[in-house]
């Protein structure tokens, strides 16, 4: 049995080029989920939200990109059953179950998943797709977010927009496009071994 990467072919993901075993699903599962963990205090709090921008969201699609669907969501799921349990991880050190923002959590779970199964499908391959994914993705974490959200508060609609959906948008175009240039960039290099 060879150690050696395989080369990349259609239908893969970033790790499935690393040699199979169970250990290496259950360190790449653990370590999407502290890499989550770790972007999720890069953050700088919005004022009028009680979400800040943080490096989460990012973390959660391109580990979902590299890990691919099932991966992607066990690896979400340890970081929201960890975050749940009273791992200080979710955004500025928070943890439990009573955020208002857990909603968004529960949407990375979803996200992960959907670009880890787009992933698969060629999407992490070129600038245009992956931005595509990334955007997706995004649209998934504010599906389940907003609503979450808006109940937790007891805001209105439009105070939920405000408050969850507009100050990050900028900041989910900058992740799509940092995103367009990461993904496809590991593919062509590892195209050119």
């Known amino acids: 049995m060879s150690t050696a990467a395989a080369p990349a072919r259609s239908g893969q993901v970033l790790a499935d080029l690393l040699p199979a075993s169970r250990v290496r699903d259950a360190a790449l599962v653990v370590g999407g989920a502290v890499l989550t963990g770790v972007a999720a205090q890069i953050a700088v709090p919005v004022p009028g939200s009680p979400v800040p921008v943080t490096g989460q969201t990012f973390a959660v699609l391109l580990v979902g990109s590299a890990l691919g669907a099932r991966r992607g969501l066990l690896s979400m799921v340890v970081y929201l059953l960890a975050g749940m349990a009273g791992m200080p991880w979710f955004a500025e050190g928070a943890s439990g179950a009573a955020a208002p923002s857990l909603g968004y959590v529960f949407g990375m779970v979803a996200a992960s998943a959907m670009v880890g199964a787009l992933a698969r499908r060629g999407a992490d391959r070129t ?3 992956m ?3 990334m955007l ?3 649209a998934t974490i504010y599906a389940l977010g907003l609503p979450y959200l808006s109940f937790a508060l007891d805001l209105s609609a439009s105070a939920t927009i405000a408050a969850g959906l507009t100050p ?3 900041g989910d ?3 799509a496009a940092l995103a367009m240039g990461v993904l496809p960039t590991v593919w062509k290099l590892l195209e050119r071994r």
């Open 131 to 133: 931005a595509g994914t």
């Open 168 to 170: 990050f948008l900028l």
């Open 127 to 129: 600038p245009l797709r």
């Open 136 to 138: 997706l993705g995004s």
């Open 173 to 175: 175009v900058l992740k």
